[in-house]
């Protein structure tokens, strides 16, 4: 199994709305990512966990609260957000290690009102 | 930090050779990788290359030069489906190897 899966697709939410995007692999990978990509742009990092730990967090408002329950599972909880932070978020995975290498998900396209 | 550059656009027709160069500045280098992105989906890993020299993986072919920092990815016998945006990525040095940064991205159109 090569995939990372991410749930939900697609989300709407108000300024006002807690949501939660989920992410999940099954590949032995001990780092997992949070990116985040507009439009016609290149994906931006938010968040590396390596060993179910934050390793690093990209000044990331607040408002963006990572969670990583155990090595196949990464969520990003969202809460209060802004209408500019509405955008594709990817979750991916890599060996620690080869971070030139990364098995991105679907992604989540968020459209916040 | 780091910088990459990569043209906006490039077209190209069905069955053509086409070459997507990448230049950079990092203040440490490992190597360069390349991630293909069609238009909704995800980044797919590509090729990734540590040493100076061609890499090749069946159509799509990459490049390094270290000491010119800069890189390339060549498709061959171009398909259509090969429209898509293509990323050049480094490691970044200064928050502890574990953060990939991309380029601008190249978006490849190819025609029949």
């Known amino acids: 199994d090569t995939e990372v899966t991410q749930t939900p697709k697609h989300l709407v939410m108000g300024m006002t709305n807690k949501k939660s995007l989920k992410c999940e692999q099954h590949?032995?990978?001990?780092?997992m990512y949070w990116y985040k990509q507009k439009a016609k742009k290149p994906p931006e990092l938010m968040f590396v966990?390596?060993?179910?730990?934050?390793?690093i967090n990209e000044s990331v408002p607040s408002r963006f609260s990572p969670e990583c329950p155990n090595s196949s599972l990464l969520n990003l909880h969202l809460h209060a957000l802004q209408p500019e932070d509405s955008a594709l978020y990817l979750c991916?995975?890599?060996?620690?290690?080869?971070?030139?290498?990364?098995?991105f998900g679907s992604g989540t396209q968020l459209s916040v009102l | 930090g780091q910088s990459l550059e990569q043209p906006s656009e490039v077209t190209a027709v069905e069955g053509a050779i086409v070459q997507i160069n990448c230049t950079y500045q990092?203040?440490?280098?490992?190597?360069l990788s390349w991630y293909q992105q069609h238009d909704g989906g995800a980044p797919t890993f590509l090729s990734y290359?540590?040493?100076?020299g061609l890499e090749e993986t069946g159509r799509f072919s990459s490049f390094l030069s270290r000491s010119d920092s800069y890189g390339y990815l060549l498709l061959q016998e171009l398909q259509m489906k090969d429209s898509a945006s293509y990323f050049c990525?480094?490691?970044?040095?200064?928050?502890?190897?574990?953060?990939?940064?991309f380029g601008t991205g190249t978006r490849l159109l190819v025609s029949p």
């Open positions: 991916a995975s890599s060996q620690d290690q080869e971070v030139e290498k990364l098995f």
């Open positions: 590949m032995g990978h001990r780092a």
């Open positions: 966990y390596s060993y179910e730990k934050l390793s």
């Open positions: 990092t203040s440490g280098f490992y190597g």
């Open positions: 290359n540590a040493l100076d």
């Open positions: 990525a480094v490691r970044d040095h200064d928050t502890g190897f574990q953060k990939l940064v």
